[in-house]
């Protein structure tokens, strides 16, 4: 771990946790497990600060514009005035590790990646955003661990999202 630790110092932000996760990810090995979670932090390029800001201009003109309609004051968007020091802060993003009781990495997720795409159901290629990743391990019967990746985009058909009600 400590060679691991070396390795990613410089985009090494927080610690959230080291803990012995028993038989996780391989069955009947004799190996015990550790996890180690911790917050990955990485300078944003010139070109995603400079969409960020545009991104926050955009929320910014729309919570104006219904500002007009609900219970804020068009004008009343201080929240979502990042300025250029906001712009400037680094991705962060939640990595995990695991290692085997010998140290070396049996699984690695997580953590600042690029970009992923796929197609949606119209054919067209769209961005989507990971959310995270679930490692579960179920005892009750046999040792049966089930690892699930949460991902969001914008997956729907263009005339499905055209009769689409948001409240």
Known sequence: MNKYYEKVKPSFDELIEISFVGGCLQQDTGHRYIQ????????????????YELLMKDIREKADAEAETGFDKPGDTARFKPGFDNRNKPRKAKKVVFFRDDGKIVFEYGGIQCPFATLNSDGQKVPIFELGCLIKEVREEDFSPQICFFFAGDFMKREVKQHQQVW
Not at 36 to 51: D, I, T, V
């Open 36 to 51: 180690f979670a911790y917050m990955e932090s990485k300078p944003r390029g010139l070109q995603e600060q400079q969409e």
